[in-house]
């Protein structure tokens, strides 16, 4: 193409452009607008209303991580002497946080080799049973041999273990373990109490200490 041609050429090109698009600085107007159309015909949705959270059940399963109950056992044998002594679990009125509350019950039964003491605080939300903590003491016989067990907190699924390990609680419920917080059993088990526990038995010595929830035991059966 020469120039000439090309000369004729460009002022039509140009003039074609001018015609497709809009001169510059002119605004740009939308083919149409939604926020303009009206449209009609269709159905109203109902409102949508989120319904109430209902508040939380009951499920029978807490944590009684709030509720420390401290217990400790030490036995010091010398010879044909001895001592134990023995931190209770429980927590007072004023000691339990939230709804937690705990009741103590403690058992000694007297043997032909030595007594054994077994004790349990039972810990209650309301009338409601959620498990325990326990122990039991076989006391040194005349072969100076003795056994301690004590168990963790027993809680939710395993509280019923109750009735294995302190087979003289549970059998006072007649199967219902949640009768360990009605307001009447602990007074329908006042010989169970810390204060029932005789002050010797079996050639043992017994002392109580209820405000420091301290048990101790001795014994000495040297020649004289």
Known sequence: MNNRAARNILPALLTALAAL??????TVKPDFGLDKVKVSGLP??????????PPP??????????LRLYSAISVVVDGEAGRVEIDLPGAGPGEAPGPYRSSLFIKLAERDSAPE??????????GQYMGYK???LALPGKSGEFSVRDDNYALGPVKGLLGRT?????SGT?????????????????????SALPGAAGGFSIKV??????LTVTWDNSPR
């Open 174 to 194: 007649g199967g219902d373990l949640n009768r360990l917080c009605s307001p009447d059993f602990a007074g329908r088990l006042k010989g169970y109490s810390v």
């Open 209 to 214: 200490n209820p405000s420091r929830k301290k």
């Open 44 to 53: 109203r949705l109902p409102d949508c209303r989120i319904p109430e959270v």
């Open 57 to 66: 059940t009951d499920t029978g399963y807490y944590s009684a991580a709030g």
């Open 21 to 26: 698009c809009p001169a510059y600085g002119e």
């Open 134 to 136: 326990g122990a039991s």
């Open 117 to 126: 003491l077994s004790w349990a605080a039972v810990v209650c939300v309301g």
């Open 166 to 170: 302190h087979p003289w609680l549970a």
